[in-house]
């Protein structure tokens, strides 16, 4: 079945820590995008990314980063830089003028 | 810039009653509008979609939802609600021709009681 893949469901990072977040698509979308998620807050975008080995800062990208080597794969990394980096991060993909999927999300918590 | 206001962060419906749920959004161009639902710790599922054409817009699970320009509203509307739409619903706003590129709403939660 084709979907997007977020991986790990839950992950804890240590303060000071940098951890990466994992995304996979198999529907041969061209663009992908990164979520973050709090609550009263709906979803903000971090990066997003067209096409391979291009991608742009979304909203709130500070402390966050990303690479597209892979039309498949669009890993974010939450660096020591991100002050507060605990939330919901979801990762979407689409193609043209069609709506997003997304993904099932990760929960950070800095412990 | 666009931006998007969802009235009431929590509506607590009865089943079988109606549910409204309120969506304004501010946008410098014709936007690309969209409801999503998340349910408890999942990502979200594409609920309707309004891009040209008909203002009335259908989609999944009974829902609908009609887009008026004059009052740039998007209200999402189910004339009887199930146990099942217990969930969290986000209005979301897309200007470019990725419709990925999304400004959402805070969203409004939805109880249903029975």
């Known amino acids: 079945d084709g979907g997007i893949t977020q991986s790990p469901k839950y992950l804890f990072r240590k303060e000071g820590q940098n951890v990466t977040l994992s995304c996979e698509q198999n529907l041969n979308h061209d663009a992908m995008y990164w979520y973050r998620q709090d609550p009263g807050q709906g979803l903000r975008l971090i990066y997003y990314?067209?096409?391979?080995?291009?991608?742009q800062k979304g909203d709130i990208a500070e402390g966050y980063s990303v690479s597209r080597e892979k039309k498949e794969s669009f890993p974010l990394t939450v660096t020591s830089a991100q002050k507060n980096p605990t939330a919901f991060y979801l990762c979407?993909?689409?193609?043209?003028?069609?709506?997003?999927?997304f993904g099932q999300g990760t929960r950070l918590t800095v412990v | 810039a666009q931006s998007v206001t969802q009235l009431g962060s929590h509506v607590s419906v009865s089943e079988g009653a109606l549910v409204l749920l309120r969506c304004n959004y501010s946008?410098?161009?014709?936007?690309?509008l969209f409801w999503y639902v998340q349910y408890p710790n999942q990502g979200l599922q594409l609920l309707l979609k309004y891009t040209t054409g008909a203002t009335l817009v259908k989609g999944i699970n009974g829902f609908e939802a009609e887009f008026k320009k004059s009052e740039t509203s998007f209200h999402l509307t189910k004339p009887s609600a199930h146990m099942s739409d217990a969930a969290e619903y986000f209005c979301?706003?897309?200007?470019?021709?990725?419709?990925?590129?999304?400004?959402f709403g805070a969203g409004t939660q939805v109880v249903v009681t029975p």
């Open positions: 979407a993909s689409s193609i043209g003028a069609s709506e997003a999927f």
């Open positions: 979301a706003v897309s200007e470019s021709d990725s419709w990925g590129k999304l400004q």
């Open positions: 946008s410098s161009v014709p936007p690309y």
């Open positions: 990314s067209q096409i391979v080995n291009d991608f």
